[in-house]
């Protein structure tokens, strides 16, 4: 996922995973994660990772 630097801090990022996880559901995925890294220059969470089940 790439979010445009003009969109960053707005939530975006969070909705696009948001998404991601929703059609991941509904085609019977179990897990979906994302990695983020310090050097991409975007925010991230403090584990800089996020998964869901």
Do not use: P, W, Y
């Amino acid at each position: 996922m790439v979010v445009f630097s003009e969109r960053r801090g707005k939530g975006v990022g969070t909705r696009m995973f948001e998404v991601a996880k929703e059609q991941a559901r509904h085609s019977g995925c179990g897990q979906v994660s994302l990695l983020a890294f310090e050097r991409n220059g975007g925010r991230s969470s403090s584990t800089g990772a996020a998964a869901s089940r």
